[in-house]
């Protein structure tokens, strides 16, 4: 067996039979859900508990990830969403109407980021109306946390559905 063969079959392109896939997807998600905005979770946590300098560690980081994350959406956010639309749909036509499982497995992988970023510009939004104060990032971020988590969940169902049945028919069929 040469290195090609080797490499080649550590990242197999049956994507949903490799555990290399499947570890990714929970390290995706677990990231994912800590990660609300742009803020680490454990951040928010401290904060309320402690407050003091990690309250206003919390809210300016908050100011600054929201900032960042406006500018983006306002400047070049069109640009974005045509790229992701063609990126998705080549994705999707390549995957689900023609087979190929690799593409299959980025779709379900990449796709439902893109709910969460939506959820997180939302968030930004609803910050950048507000007085930001401990109260109010706490309780938007929170919130940013379980629908990303929400998202997740049914994610990870709709991909462990979606595997299975990959994993069966070509156990079936192949």
């Known amino acids: 067996?040469?290195?090609?063969?080797?490499?080649?079959?550590?990242?197999?392109?049956?994507?949903?039979?490799?555990?290399?896939?499947?570890?990714?997807?929970?390290?995706?998600?677990?990231?994912?859900?800590?990660?609300?905005?742009g803020v680490p979770y454990d951040l928010v946590v401290r904060a309320r508990r402690i407050g003091g300098q990690a309250e206003e560690d919390l809210l300016d980081i908050v100011r600054i990830n929201k900032n960042r994350l406006l500018y983006i959406v306002d400047v070049s956010g069109l640009v974005i969403l045509a790229l992701s639309c063609f990126f998705f749909s080549g994705l999707a036509i390549l995957g689900f109407f023609y087979g190929v499982e690799f593409a299959q497995a980025v779709f379900l992988l990449l796709f439902p980021l893109c709910v969460v970023m939506l959820i997180n510009i939302s968030a930004a939004r609803k910050l950048q109306r507000t007085e930001p104060g401990m109260d109010v990032v706490s309780k938007i971020l929170t919130r940013c946390r379980i629908y990303t988590q929400i998202v997740g969940i049914i994610s990870i169902l709709i991909t462990s559905l979606w595997g299975m049945y990959q994993n069966f028919s070509i156990g079936v069929l192949g």
């Open 1 to 37: 067996m040469d290195l090609y063969s080797s490499i080649f079959e550590l990242i197999d392109m049956r994507s949903f039979s490799n555990l290399w896939y499947w570890i990714g997807l929970a390290v995706l998600w677990s990231s994912a859900s800590h990660w609300a905005m």
